[in-house]
């Protein structure tokens, strides 16, 4: 009866051990063959495109190929490397993979005059001593990655192929983690003895113990608990593992799934995240020394954290080394050298580039075309707009000049806020967005988010269908004389001049320049509120705005974003572009999901937004934006206009080039009072970022436009020799006909626009 029962027993404890085995082979197969991960979208900037013409200087590909953690060396010789000396850059570029397209690696020689590139070559193994050897067409730096948009997890990783995987990498895992790894079924006894003599030998922990088929089951299927139902689960699983999938499948996951660092609440996972987390640099691009680094953080990435625990990260990373060297994977002679080196981590602060201010624009962008989840989970990449050089530089002037401001008009500490986009005229990208002085600070975004109003930065409309309905030149004149203007309530509204000064009679092109209120009030009022209005629509703005007369001075509440897309239809000769952050959206194999394609429309005629340009280039030549003109040559063409709001809360500055339009607003969150105009607050934050930014001026040679003199107190025509004379743009056929007197002078005044308009 004993033997019966214990037969009947064992073969019920079998049976309870298949299905128990089959149960867990079930879910091994069907997470391991599934969708393994949820996966961050990816965020990069654009990338940095060389060629002979571009307009890029020197400092600025220094900043963009230091972010991109390219190293300063006297000879270039592998990719990675980089040479700068006066007007000549060196260097080797890096093979990339941009939206599944590989890009070739170069080792190249640029030489700039100024800003602008006037040759780009590849260059023989003699550096900057060798001749150039070919010329090159285009030459793209790999993106940066700038963010991410994570898993609900808070889990992070960048999968990787095992064939992409340095082989290097790999062994030295397998040498630390698991020397039986190709020869075991899983579980090992004989490797947990020899980790177990080889620790006792060192002092410390050098092998494990578990294979790594056991730490990826424990990783990648089991909790934290230890008992020993677990360990029975754990074997069974990796039995399981090991007998449905290759050595190659269960390595790849592995380097994919591993626990490697935390930031915050974001978990890194992988090694390919965790090479750019810590050096910034692609898997590919790591150095023996970097590579027994992550591999000694398998072990304990927190109690190993190179930036809190520098020391013990760096004697781990030398026993790593040590066994890399006695296995034949690293030289006994480089070995000494190799644990010399520093730990080469990154700033922890800059460990992972973040620009919130511009991601809140792309994830806008991005929530109308995909569901949070596709964003969460599927590791799509998404190319951008951003131009690091242009944002590290808006971000710098922004926050240095504010401070600035504050020390020189006694304001309080930190008070001050602002907010700045910089945008490509003609494509509508969105180059740079600074939404806080602090900008890495996650919160409200000034440049999307506060609606202020934008005072005289509205008055280009107002004159703009003033010229369009043909009833106006630029020579029109126009009464700044007091005016009052009653509303249905019997309320008086009577705007004044900053100055409080009148100024009779003057001439529109006058009257916009110097930001004459009580001119544009009475202008706006002429044309017809209803009509300036539509202008405004037709320069992008997508809100309601009653047409109110006070809404020619600015009374409009807007965010620097709606006034960037004001200003760009200006800029771009009246043709409408929606501003875009965005380039492209593909999967994580690379496959394209949605392209953001330029989008244009006629909106103006284009002789009639040259003149508001003409009458731009005066107010920063001649008006109330002079002042740009103490830091960029004299001839180059420039349009702009400040704003000031009621007591001067607000500062505001448009302005634009032939490249490039900012934006810049300037004031307290509480809407407090400043000392500030548009002039001294935020004119000078647009100053410090255009005399650094490689741009070129406003061409105005194409324009169908007559140049004629008129006298400036009657409108009336006029010669270059009369007094009072100005040389004025006009419409064909729109030039006065009527003659003023001229009273001759012998050495008239220089026309500073001749030149610009080649006139």
């Not at 299927?221 to 139902?229: A, G, P, Q, V």
């Not at 792309?362 to 995909?370: G, P, S």
């Not at 006694?410 to 910089?422: D, G, H, T, V």
């Amino acid at each position: 009866m004993a033997w019966r029962a214990l037969f009947w027993g064992s073969g019920v404890l079998l049976l309870v051990s298949a299905v128990f085995f089959l149960v867990l082979d079930h879910v091994v197969r069907e997470k391991f063959d599934g969708k393994k991960w949820q996966l961050a979208a990816r965020v990069y900037a654009r990338p940095l495109e060389l060629y002979t013409g571009a307009l890029v200087s020197v400092e600025s590909l220094r900043a963009e190929l230091n972010a991109l953690t390219y190293r300063a060396v006297n000879n270039v010789r592998k990719p990675g490397h980089m040479s700068i000396r006066r007007n000549e850059v060196e260097l080797f570029t890096r093979a990339h993979t941009v939206a599944g397209e590989q890009v070739q690696g170069h080792h190249v020689r640029i030489r700039f005059s100024g800003q602008q590139i006037t040759d780009l070559r590849t260059v023989s193994n003699g550096g900057f001593l060798g001749n150039g050897v070919e010329e090159i067409d285009l030459l793209s730096l790999e993106p940066q990655e700038i963010g991410a948009i994570y898993p609900s997890s808070g889990e992070d990783r960048i999968l990787v192929k095992l064939e992409d995987v340095p082989s290097l990498l790999g062994e030295t895992l397998i040498a630390v983690e698991d020397r039986n790894f190709a020869h075991h079924f899983g579980l090992s006894p004989k490797s947990i003895a020899r980790a177990f003599f080889a620790n006792v030998k060192a002092g410390e922990v050098v092998q494990g113990g578990s294979t790594l088929t056991q730490q990826l089951v424990k990783n990648f299927y089991l909790s934290n608990e230890r008992h020993i139902w677990r360990k029975v689960v754990e074997a069974f699983m990796t039995l399981s593992l090991e007998m449905h999938y290759s050595k190659a499948d269960i390595l790849e996951t592995y380097i994919n799934e591993v626990y490697l660092g935390q930031s915050g609440s974001r978990a890194i996972h992988g090694f390919a995240l965790a090479s750019q987390y810590y050096f910034r640099k692609p898997l590919q691009a790591l150095g023996e020394e970097e590579i027994a680094l992550l591999v000694g953080l398998v072990k304990g990435a927190s109690y190993y954290n190179p930036w809190r625990n520098p020391e013990r990260a760096k004697k781990r990373r030398n026993v790593v080394l040590g066994v890399m060297a006695e296995t034949g994977l690293i030289s006994q002679a480089g070995l000494e050298q190799l644990k010399s080196e520093p730990l080469g981590v990154v700033d922890k602060a800059e460990s992972h580039h973040a620009y919130p201010a511009f991601m809140d624009v792309v994830k806008a962008q991005l929530r109308r075309d995909y569901q949070d989840d596709d964003l969460q989970s599927e590791g799509l990449q998404i190319y951008t707009t951003l131009a690091p050089s242009v944002q590290w530089n808006a971000e710098k002037s922004l926050s240095s000049r504010l401070e600035s401001l504050e020390s020189g008009y006694k304001i309080p500490s930190e008070s001050l806020q602002a907010a700045a986009i910089i945008t490509a005229v003609g494509s509508g990208e969105i180059l740079a967005v600074v939404g806080d002085r602090n900008t890495r600070f996650e919160g409200f975004n000034r440049a999307l988010n506060s609606q202020r109003p934008i005072g005289s930065l509205v008055k280009p409309a107002v004159y703009l269908a003033a010229l369009e309905s043909e009833d106006y030149t630029l020579a029109s004149l126009i009464s700044d004389g007091p005016i009052e203007v009653e509303s249905k309530n019997g309320d008086i509204w009577a705007p004044q001049n900053f100055t409080r000064i009148d100024h009779g009679d003057v001439p529109l092109y006058k009257a916009l320049s110097y930001s004459y209120n009580q001119a544009t009030a009475r202008l706006g009022m002429d044309v017809g509120m209803r009509q300036v209005v539509g202008v405004l629509d037709r320069l992008g703005l997508d809100r309601h705005v009653a047409p109110l007369p006070s809404v020619a001075l600015g009374a409009v509440s807007l965010s620097p974003l709606e006034v960037s897309t004001l200003y760009h239809t200006l800029a771009n000769d009246g043709v409408y572009t929606p501003l875009r952050a965005i380039r492209s959206v593909h999967r994580a194999g690379g496959e394209r999901l949605k392209r953001y394609p330029l989008a244009s429309q006629v909106r103006f005629h284009d002789t009639d937004v040259a003149l508001i340009d003409y009458a731009l280039q005066t107010t920063a030549h001649q008006g109330t934006a002079k002042s740009i003109y103490q830091v960029l040559p004299k001839n180059f063409a420039v349009a702009g206009k400040t704003g000031t709001t009621n007591e001067h809360r607000d500062s505001w500055f448009a302005g634009y080039t032939g490249n490039h339009l900012g934006v810049v607003w300037v004031g307290k969150d509480d809407n407090g009072k400043t000392p500030l105009t548009g002039a001294t607050g935020a004119l000078r934050i647009w100053r410090d970022i255009f005399s650094r930014l490689p741009t070129a001026p406003i061409d105005n040679h194409h324009r169908d436009i007559e140049f004629h003199w008129v006298d400036a107190s009657t409108g009336a025509a006029s010669a270059e020799h009369c007094r009072g004379a100005v040389m004025l743009p006009f419409k064909p056929g729109s030039a006065p006909t009527q003659s003023a007197s001229c009273d001759f002078i012998k050495n008239p005044v220089k026309v500073w626009w001749r030149n610009l308009w080649g006139s």
